[in-house]
């Protein structure tokens, strides 16, 4: 758990690691809730012209223009090894900051922002599919639900699925 939870806090100000409540950006893929650390989103947006990249991974939808800034876009649904998305037309954009470079994360559906407290925060569960697993950092036990927080570095690094 610590491992995550640095992950998740790898872009607080030095000193602040050990903090007791973060706040996520939540996301729906299909029935599955996700998440995502607040100070990762850049923004969210509806769906908008992607214009392909030839012989890009097929995870990669390809590119847009965000901003004046070129911005690629995952579907996320291929990412985590769901089918297509059911409406692509309603597909929601989550841009997250890695590296200093901007992504879209093509999602079914942007929910709220959750602050949750760091003591609730649980590994990765072993029975969870190799792919998902690959891709989070760990998981929150809600009231009705599962919240699988994603680590954005796994999500964006390509050989993170393909060792998955």
Not at 148 to 156: M, Q
Request: proline fraction near 4%.
């Amino acid at each position: 758990m610590s491992g995550a939870l640095t992950t998740l806090t790898s872009s607080l100000p030095a000193g602040t690691a050990s903090v007791a409540q973060q706040e996520f950006v939540t996301m729906r893929l299909g029935q599955q809730l996700f998440g995502i650390s607040v100070l990762a989103v850049q923004d969210v947006m509806r769906h908008q012209h992607i214009a392909p990249i030839p012989l890009a991974q097929d995870v990669i939808a390809g590119s847009l223009n965000v901003r004046g800034r070129i911005v690629t876009a995952y579907h996320m649904r291929r990412r985590l090894g769901m089918d297509a998305y059911p409406d692509p037309k309603n597909i929601m954009m989550v841009v997250v900051d890695y590296q200093h470079e901007l992504f879209a994360l093509m999602v079914d559906a942007v929910g709220d922002v959750l602050s949750l407290q760091m003591n609730r925060f649980e590994k990765v569960p072993s029975n969870m599919d190799a792919g998902w697993r690959a891709l989070a950092a760990g998981v929150f036990k809600l009231e009705k639900e599962l919240l699988v927080i994603l680590d954005v570095a796994h999500v964006i690094n390509l050989k993170a699925r393909d060792a998955a």
